[in-house]
Structures are given as structure tokens and as C-alpha cells.
């Protein structure tokens, strides 16, 4: 019954973490027409954590939930991420919005994620 | 990301499309054949623009955006930038480019049909030589549209070709 417990607490703090970054992105709504950077940092906090979000030309947007990081790290891991994106955006089997399911694409942002976060 | 592709590839394939829509697939429906070739460019353009923006902050306003169609976009797209922008300042733009890459190649002397084609009217052909051509600008006017509704502008997009080889684009933005 304890396992069952601990399990329950890991679950209930992946949906916070899903619940935290939706909230950011009325956020980032408003932030994406009043700059035309296309990382902006620390867009939103919740108690410990810190939401970061990089916004491409085309409105593509990429929350990143996180404690205290390097900024240059973030920001790094954030533009190679937007390159494996586009590869996968020009695929034209790709339905733009839809899931991105390639198991490739998800080793390659966590290698990144290793790397510079 | 630098690979490219033949230019006579991608003529061939732009070519094949109009074909395989207008006298295969919907050989009966123009209209039909319009909106699939249209659909198509809209899907490249909305695609290459993510590929083209990738190093650019966004865009702050229309005219900002539509000046990197004329410019960066069109570039890429046909080696050269648009000649002229026009607008109204209420929401229309009109892109001239005075030797549109796509029609350069495309044939509409009706005397010049007509001398290959024997027990042909020169008119029927003429015609349906300029219905090829506005076929073949649905695809770049879907680009154009695509491109735009990536960066946030909702657009319709139509093709002037009275003046070959040069071809306006006539962008309304809808509000």
C-alpha cells in the first residue's frame, strides 16, 4: 500500500508539471506579439520552478520547465531543438500540430537536454 | 539542412502535378483540380517558412512579414526578389515579379500552337493554354497563402497573369 502511495505522488506531480506548463501559455500568448525575441526566459514561476519558452518566426512554441539553469545553456538547447523540429515540420507525411512521435526525435532532445541543460 | 534540389527536378514535379490534377484526377472538375493544386502549395509554403525563419526573431507587424516574402522568401524560392510592392493600406498588397520564374518556359502564342497542332482552333488553344498557366499559379498563390497563415496572417492570395512573363500576386488580408 506504501508503493501504491509513492506511485500516486509521482503521477500527481507529472500532471502538476502538465498543468503548470498550460498555464504559462496565456502567458506566452501575450508575450509572443510584444517582443520579437524568440527565447524568453522565465515567463513564469511556481514555487520552485521556473517556465522558459522560445517562440519561432511561425509561432511554434517550447515550454521548458525547470530550477535554476544557465540561461546560455537553455537558450542553447532551445535552438537545436527548433533545428530537429524543422526537420521533422518538413517531413510532408508531418501533419503540422499534430504529436510528434518519433522515437528518434525524442532520443536526439534528450542527448540535448544531457548536454546543455 | 543544405541539401537542394535540381531546378529542372522541381519544374518536372510542378509540371506532373497540374497534369496528374487537371486531366487525371479531376479531368471533369476545374474547380476541384484549383483547390487540391492550391491545398498542395499552401502545405509548402506553410512548411518552408519555418525553414526560412529559423534564425529570424518574429515579426512584429503585416508589412514586416510580407517585405520577407518579397525578399528572403521569394530569394530562396526564385533567385531573385519580387520588383514591386504595391499596397492600399487597408489590408491589400500586390507582389509584381516582372519575369516570374515559373512562367518563363510556359507557352501562350496561339500562332505558335497552331502550327504544330493541325484541324486545331487557334482560339481553343490559345484558351486552353492560359487555363494551363492559371492552373500551374495556383500552386505559388497557395505558397504565398501558406506562408503567410505560418507567420500569423490570414490571407487569400490570387494571380495576375495578363502581362507574361511578369505575374502579380494580389494578397488581401482578412481581419
Known amino acids: ?117 | 539542412m543544405g541539401r537542394e534540389v535540381a531546378e529542372s527536378c522541381v519544374d518536372g514535379v510542378v509540371m506532373q502535378m497540374v497534369a496528374a490534377y487537371c486531366g487525371g484526377f479531376y479531368a471533369a472538375k476545374p474547380e476541384l483540380a484549383a483547390r487540391r493544386i492550391e491545398a498542395i502549395g499552401f502545405q509548402v509554403g506553410h512548411q518552408l517558412t519555418e525553414r526560412y525563419t529559423m534564425e529570424r526573431p518574429r515579426f512584429s507587424d503585416h508589412l514586416e512579414a510580407i517585405k520577407f516574402i518579397c525578399k528572403d522568401f521569394w530569394s530562396e524560392l526564385f533567385k531573385k526578389q519580387i520588383d514591386n510592392l504595391k499596397t492600399n493600406h487597408r489590408g491589400t498588397f500586390v507582389l509584381q515579379d516582372n519575369h516570374f520564374r515559373w512562367l518563363t518556359r510556359v507557352s501562350v502564342d496561339p500562332s505558335v500552337e497552331s502550327m504544330d497542332a493541325t484541324e486545331n482552333d487557334s482560339t481553343t488553344l490559345g484558351d486552353s493554354a492560359a487555363q494551363t498557366t492559371s492552373m500551374l499559379l495556383y500552386f505559388p498563390c497557395g505558397i504565398i497563402r501558406g506562408a503567410l497563415t505560418n507567420l500569423g496572417i490570414s490571407c487569400s492570395v490570387t494571380a495576375d497573369m495578363s502581362n507574361l512573363p511578369a505575374c502579380s500576386f494580389v494578397v488581401r488580408i482578412k481581419t
Open chain 1, 1 to 117: 500500500s506504501s508503493d501504491i502511495h509513492l506511485l500516486w505522488q509521482k503521477e500527481d506531480l507529472a500532471y502538476q508539471h502538465q498543468f503548470i506548463l498550460h498555464a504559462a501559455l496565456d502567458v506566452v500568448q501575450d508575450l509572443a506579439w510584444s517582443t520579437n525575441a524568440m527565447f524568453l526566459k522565465s515567463v513564469d514561476r511556481f514555487n520552485d520552478l521556473v517556465v522558459s519558452v522560445y517562440v519561432t518566426a511561425g509561432h511554434a512554441r517550447f515550454m521548458l520547465l525547470h530550477d535554476s539553469r544557465s540561461e546560455d545553456g537553455i537558450k542553447s538547447f532551445f535552438q537545436e531543438v527548433h533545428e530537429l523540429y524543422i526537420k521533422i515540420f518538413l517531413n510532408p507525411l508531418y501533419l503540422p500540430g499534430s504529436r510528434i512521435t518519433s522515437s528518434h526525435f525524442d532520443t536526439k532532445v534528450r542527448a540535448l537536454a544531457r548536454r546543455y541543460l
